[in-house]
């Protein structure tokens, strides 16, 4: 059974930055798309950020372009979204998802996802 087991969420100063990391178990990530997904209380899950099975092709949305860069490690089977620059719009609950159609921006797309894991941006 694939299981998606993220980590490094927390609270942050606006300004400050954290590291979130999602480990696949029993899933060669080689093969799939990845990406991260938030959403935030009241709201519907948003794209954040996702990469292809190739990391040539990688997507952010508008709101954290400039301040967020995901990549990949398929030996490892770990995907990082490195945030920077947080504000406090970014307060979520953060979602891994795993799919097999690049560049997807829709949760229904993706097959597998993480538990989630809380950031808070606030001072």
């Known amino acids: 059974q694939v299981h998606l087991v993220e980590s490094g969420g927390g609270l942050v100063q606006p300004g400050g930055s954290l590291r979130l990391s999602c480990t696949a178990s029993?899933?060669?990530?080689?093969?799939?798309?990845i990406s991260w997904f938030r959403q935030a209380p009241g709201k519907e899950r948003e794209f954040v950020a996702g990469m292809g099975r190739s990391e040539n092709f990688v997507e952010y949305s508008d709101s954290v372009k400039g301040r967020f860069t995901m990549s990949r490690d398929n030996a490892k089977r770990t995907m990082i979204l490195q945030m920077n620059s947080l504000k406090p719009e970014d307060t979520a609950v953060y979602y891994c998802a795993v799919g097999r159609r690049d560049g997807s921006r829709k949760p229904d797309e993706y097959d597998y996802w993480g538990q989630g894991t809380q950031v808070t941006v606030s001072s």
């Open positions: 029993d899933l060669t990530l080689d093969f799939y798309a």
